[in-house]
């Protein structure tokens, strides 16, 4: 986004998760703000939203909902029980809706805005682990509908993205640990075969970039994408195999 002239406003549940990212969008040339609050609480989001209010003059014309998160668990394990659902939905359903509640106005108001909501291949089919992750991201998706429904004619779209395996610095941190234990070798591009292999493989035969996903948000908040709302689009390489 800042690449592309845009002012970002960089959002981290602390201040000081977000200040490390805003300054290397300034130190690259782009125009960023960092803001702090905790989205997962009414008083965090308010403090939130009104930071960015401040910091962008009034104006903010695209939201994206990139916060989420989701502990590994099955149905009947210990630790999956309610307070694990309440904590996932506050993390993935809630903290979305209360940014939605408190930005989406000044779009209306002004006939224009963009809001994308990342997702996960798993809202529409998930499998039996992390029941609680897949039902909230399923949530999203299906709140994206209803959104768009309630803001029809405003000049605001509202989509999800759901990606399928991404190469987060997480996930090839797991990776090359799961190589190491199992002697598939250091070579990225070696290990990257044996997760398409083993785990979740795509018919595109490797793990999508961070800047693919990201190159499909900037398109579908830009004036391009406007016939474009209420979607669910999948980016994971064909892995999901599905007519929808």
């Known amino acids: 986004f800042a690449a592309e002239g845009a002012h970002v406003l960089v959002h981290g549940l602390a201040l000081d998760d977000a200040e490390p ?7 690259a040339g782009g125009k960023a ?7 997962t609480t009414e ?5 939130a939203a009104d930071d960015a209010l401040a910091a962008a003059e009034g104006r903010i014309d695209i939201l994206i909902n990139n916060y989420g998160t989701g502990e590994r668990g099955f149905w009947f394990d210990a630790k999956t029980g309610s307070d694990a659902w309440i904590d996932v939905y506050q ?3 809630l903290s979305a809706m209360r940014m939605i509640r408190k930005l989406t106005p000044q779009m209306k108001a002004r006939g224009w805005g963009r809001i994308v909501q990342l997702g996960t291949i798993g809202s529409t089919m998930p499998n039996a682990r992390m029941p609680h992750y897949y039902a909230s991201k399923g949530a999203l998706a299906n709140m994206t ?18 990606p399928g395996l ?8 797991m990776y090359r640990k ?3 234990e199992r002697g598939w070798g250091d070579d990225w591009s070696e290990i990257e075969r044996h997760v398409m292999r083993e785990f979740m493989g795509n018919p595109t035969g490797r793990i ?37």
Do not use: C, P
Not at 22 to 27: D, L, N, Y
Not at 166 to 173: P, Y
Not at 216 to 234: C, E, H, P, Q, Y
């Open 43 to 47: 008083a965090g989001s308010e403090t």
């Open 145 to 162: 509908v209803s959104l768009m429904l309630e803001l029809a004619e405003t000049g605001i779209t509202v989509n999800t993205v759901s």
């Open 178 to 180: 799961q190589a190491a």
């Open 33 to 39: 703000s960092a803001i702090g609050g905790d989205i």
């Open 166 to 173: 991404i190469k987060t610095r997480e996930v090839e941190a």
């Open 208 to 244: 999508a970039l961070t800047s693919e996903v990201a190159d499909l948000v900037i398109f579908l908040a830009s004036d391009r994408a406007a016939m474009i709302n209420g979607t669910n689009i999948r980016i994971d390489g064909g892995g999901a195999r599905m007519v929808s």
């Open 21 to 27: 990212v805003a300054a290397a969008i300034v130190e």
């Open 91 to 93: 993390k993935n359903v």
